[in-house]
């Protein structure tokens, strides 16, 4: 029995100091995506998932890895901040204005989401922080969309409805709900959505999106040799959608793993990710 309780204790220590040095470092994902419908090689960085986490002061580490990749835009998949009324969201703002300045387009996650409808509890909370950034020339798409200047690329951000998210359930996600709040796809243009719940890749795909980029899983909190991300935010185990690139129909979905954490800091085996994307064309 003694014996057991060292080994537990010893398992206990090995996983803390493993959990702290995975908190507190990130990594940097490619991934090359290509289609007959990019005309020219482009470079984008998805973020997802910040959660007001710092690298290095005023998020020095992190600026400097998104200087270095040098991409053509960037993309935000949701979560830069924690939604909790009162809390400081200072942090996200500081780090978008740290930024050098080039093309973001940002996507609603459902801590966004949450000061934005909630107004009883955060007030004005939402209307401040989407001022600013859109201030500093970040495109806020709530099931709206931008088209990328000199390419044929148009970034669709998809705001779906707070019952998508509760925790133990399930709702279907259809094609007529997506198209339905985000307009008709033109099939002349290579559609990126920015949809921040992987869960519902399916749907997204029978909408026609060509590449998905997500988050919100944070890559199952832990990550198993052979098995992969072992909780989500549903509290389901073993999610499905964990992070890394998947196909369906004709879509692609590229899932971050995110970068930070909240209400409890973990990340097991599960480093922070920067994901770079890497857009090619190719012949029909």
Same mark, same amino acid.
């Given at each position: 029995?003694?014996?057991?309780?060292?080994?537990?204790?010893?398992?206990?220590?090995?996983?803390?100091?493993? #959990?702290?040095?995975?908190?507190?470092?990130? *990594?940097?994902?490619?991934?090359?995506?290509? /289609?007959?419908?990019?005309?020219?090689?482009?470079? @984008? *960085?998805?973020?997802?998932? !910040?959660?007001?986490?710092?690298?290095?002061?005023?998020? /020095? +580490?992190?600026?400097?890895?998104?200087?270095?990749?040098?991409?053509?835009?960037?993309?935000?998949?949701?979560?830069?901040?924690?939604? +909790?009324?009162?809390? $400081?969201?200072?942090?996200? !703002?500081?780090?978008?204005?740290?930024?050098?300045?080039?093309?973001?387009?940002?996507?609603?996650?459902?801590?966004?989401?949450?000061?934005?409808?909630?107004? #009883?509890?955060?007030?004005?909370?939402?209307? $401040?922080?989407?001022? +600013?950034?859109?201030?500093?020339?970040?495109?806020?798409? &709530?099931?709206?969309?931008?088209?990328?200047?000199?390419?044929?690329?148009? @970034?669709?951000?998809?705001?779906? $409805?707070?019952?998508?998210?509760?925790?133990?359930?399930?709702? &279907?996600?259809?094609?007529?709900?997506?198209?339905?709040?985000?307009?008709? +796809?033109? &099939?002349?243009?290579?559609? @990126?959505?920015?949809?921040?719940?992987?869960?519902?890749?399916?749907?997204?795909? /029978?909408?026609?999106?060509?590449?998905?980029?997500?988050?919100?899983?944070?890559?199952? @909190?832990?990550? !198993?040799?052979?098995?992969?991300?072992?909780?989500?935010?549903?509290?389901?185990?073993?999610?499905?959608?964990?992070?890394?690139?998947?196909?369906?129909?004709?879509?692609?979905?590229?899932?971050?793993?995110?970068?930070?954490?909240?209400?409890?800091? !973990?990340?097991?085996?599960?480093?922070?990710?920067? *994901? *770079?994307?890497?857009?090619?064309?190719?012949?029909?």
């Amino acid at each position: 029995m003694k014996l057991f309780l060292i080994i537990i204790l010893l398992l206990a220590i090995f996983f803390l100091i493993v #959990d702290f040095i995975d908190i507190n470092r990130f *990594v940097v994902r490619e991934y090359e995506v290509k /289609s007959d419908k990019i005309d020219k090689e482009l470079n @984008i *960085v998805l973020l997802a998932d !910040l959660h007001n986490k710092e690298f290095g002061k005023d998020n /020095s +580490k992190l600026i400097k890895a998104i200087e270095d990749i040098n991409p053509d835009f960037t993309l935000v998949a949701g979560d830069m901040l924690t939604a +909790k009324p009162g809390k $400081d969201y200072s942090n996200a !703002l500081k780090f978008f204005t740290n930024m050098k300045k080039r093309p973001v387009c940002y996507g609603l996650g459902n801590h966004e989401y949450r000061m934005k409808i909630y107004e #009883d509890q955060y007030g004005k909370a939402y209307d $401040d922080y989407v001022s +600013k950034l859109r201030e500093q020339g970040i495109d806020i798409l &709530e099931n709206d969309h931008i088209d990328i200047e000199g390419t044929n690329i148009r @970034i669709q951000g998809l705001m779906i $409805d707070r019952h998508y998210y509760k925790r133990f359930e399930h709702h &279907e996600m259809t094609e007529e709900y997506i198209r339905g709040i985000t307009g008709k +796809k033109d &099939e002349s243009k290579y559609e @990126i959505m920015i949809a921040h719940n992987p869960e519902y890749f399916p749907g997204y795909a /029978s909408a026609g999106a060509d590449l998905i980029v997500s988050g919100h899983v944070h890559g199952g @909190i832990m990550k !198993l040799p052979f098995i992969g991300g072992v909780i989500s935010p549903k509290l389901s185990l073993f999610p499905r959608f964990d992070g890394g690139i998947f196909n369906h129909l004709n879509s692609t979905m590229i899932l971050s793993r995110g970068l930070g954490c909240h209400t409890l800091p !973990l990340r097991i085996f599960n480093p922070g990710e920067l *994901v *770079v994307i890497k857009l090619s064309p190719c012949q029909k």
